[in-house]
């Protein structure tokens, strides 16, 4: 029987890529860089998922992300800018960024009323919950378990093996991990995260990609609508 469902945010629920598209055509224009392209955010996506890889496997951390990582973008756009500032602009947008997902808020009502709700995320922690309660989603969770506070990233165990002892405090029958679905659009993070810890899949491929992992997800998903047939 299932008890509780993990939700990722970025791309789940809240959409990061529209977010990261908007703010580089607007932080171009601030800074007075090159006139923003859509190919442009072909390569912040390219090196940005390679650096958050890089953080799934504990080869890099959050500092080290906004040290690096439009000074690379910067460079791969032949862009002199300094990417450090740039980045700085580009966390002070994100922190009132709470663009939604299509079916979020239906989603999370409905999961709300069936099961316990915890938001799974890797992220600084105050950012992604003040984006939960900007966004009006943060009151459907009953628990929001971000990496930055629970001291691993997704896909480490350790993510969901801390998020499971926070989350059965005080119960007299634990929530095991058989007990419950990971919900979430990344393979490396989710899903494999997921399986690792022992629960069941739901990938969302909300952009129709085609699964490259090697790893078969025990549902997928192209729209949040589509976790009532299951859930």
């Known amino acids: 029987m299932k008890q509780a469902i993990f939700i990722d945010i970025d791309d789940t ?13 607007s932080g171009f224009a601030h800074f007075g860089l090159k006139v923003y392209k859509p190919y442009m955010y072909n390569v912040f ?5 390679a650096l958050w890889h890089r953080i799934e496997q504990g080869a890099l951390d ?15 756009l032949g862009i002199e800018f300094d990417g450090v500032r740039f980045e700085r602009y580009f966390r ?10 299509d079916g979020s808020v239906q989603a999370l009502a409905y999961l709300s009323e069936k099961y316990v709700v915890c938001a799974a995320s890797n992220g600084p922690f105050a950012q992604q919950l003040h984006r939960l309660e900007i966004g009006g989603l943060k009151d459907y969770f009953d628990a929001c378990f ?12 350790a993510f969901f093996v801390q998020a499971l002892a926070r989350l059965n ?28 810890a022992g ?12 699964n490259m992992s090697g790893l078969i997800p025990d549902y997928e998903i192209c729209t949040l609508f589509e976790i009532e ?3």
Not at 45 to 49: L, M, P, Q, S
Not at 95 to 101: G, R, T, Y
Request: charged share 30%; net charge negative; with cysteine.
């Open 45 to 49: 996506e390219r090196i940005n998922t």
């Open 229 to 231: 047939k299951i859930l």
């Open 169 to 196: 405090e005080g119960r007299e029958e634990p929530i095991l991990p058989e007990n419950c679905v990971i919900i979430g659009d990344s393979f490396t993070s989710d899903i494999a995260g997921g399986k690792n």
């Open 13 to 25: 629920l809240l959409d990061f890529d529209a977010y990261v598209k908007q703010t580089l055509q």
């Open 199 to 210: 629960m069941q899949t739901i990938w969302f491929n909300r952009n129709h990609k085609k």
């Open 146 to 157: 971000i990496s930055e506070d629970i001291g691993a990233s997704k896909p480490d165990k």
């Open 92 to 101: 002070d947008c994100l922190w009132d960024s709470a663009i939604l997902i």
């Open 62 to 76: 959050f500092k080290a992300l906004g040290e690096i990582r439009f000074n690379l973008v910067f460079e791969a």
